[in-house]
């Protein structure tokens, strides 16, 4: 199976930019010049070789740096744990990727994974989105309001957009996990193994009636790169952030 993740063996969009998802820090804004210039397959292929159109050389080297941590392998691994725990790798041109996020540019994903039930959630209209967060360590009273202006909104058939962090972010997902306007999670790490981070099933509840939701591939360690990336995604897929 790892075969088939060798660079110079990929010939298809959606295998591309799974290849370069194992490859590049998420957000990299030169990987997003060339998936919008050229496309993924090519993108890999200045990876191995090639010199595109107006970037310096510096820029390219450095770059480039990445396909030496490339390990087809790994990526064989990881897309053997997506299979097994039902993840879906999103990218621009599915039916369900939400468009909200080419607004981002050059800094867009290259692709998504998500897990759940709902995935219609990603391609309502933005103002039918609303993103609740907030402090960790938040009092009672907090708590409190974040989970009844979030039953609230859900009740009105608006998603609920949030972290899984302990505190605000995860009391506004409590009561939308189960109201028809359901959940989305952005995760910074992946999301074949939800029940490590929370306990007592929290996140698969969410999926039952929504969506978890990650930039970073099955069984890739989250970098330094993985908080931006959530607040990014979290920023695009909202109208508005309370």
Do not use: K
């Amino acid at each position: 199976m790892a075969e088939q993740y060798a660079l110079e063996r990929i010939t298809d969009e959606r295998t591309a930019r799974i290849a370069l998802s194992y490859m590049v820090p998420l957000g990299s804004e030169v990987t997003g010049r060339f998936l919008r210039d050229y496309g993924a397959v090519e993108t890999l292929r200045f990876a191995l070789d090639g010199s595109p159109n107006g970037l310096d050389s510096t820029t390219l080297s450095y770059w480039r740096g990445y396909v030496s941590g490339y390990d087809p392998v790994r990526v064989a691994q990881g897309i053997r744990l997506a299979e097994e725990q039902g993840l879906t790798a999103l990218i621009p041109d599915d039916a369900n990727w939400p468009v909200a996020l080419n607004a981002l540019g050059t800094g867009a994903p290259i692709l998504l994974w998500v897990r759940g039930s709902r995935l219609e959630l990603l391609t309502q209209p933005n103002h039918e989105r609303v993103s609740i967060v907030g402090a960790r360590a938040a009092s009672g009273r907090g708590m409190y309001d974040a989970d009844q202006l979030a039953v609230g909104l859900s009740l009105r058939d608006i998603c609920i957009v949030s972290t899984a962090s302990p505190g605000i972010a995860r009391a506004a997902l409590s009561g939308p996990s189960l109201g028809p306007g359901g959940a989305i999670t952005v995760m910074p790490h992946s999301i074949e193994d939800p029940d490590s981070f929370t306990p007592n099933g929290f996140l698969r509840s969410v999926g039952d009636n929504g969506l978890l939701v990650s930039e970073c591939s099955p069984a890739r360690a989250p970098g330094r790169d993985a908080l931006h990336s959530q607040q990014r995604l979290i920023a695009a897929i909202s109208a508005v952030t309370t």
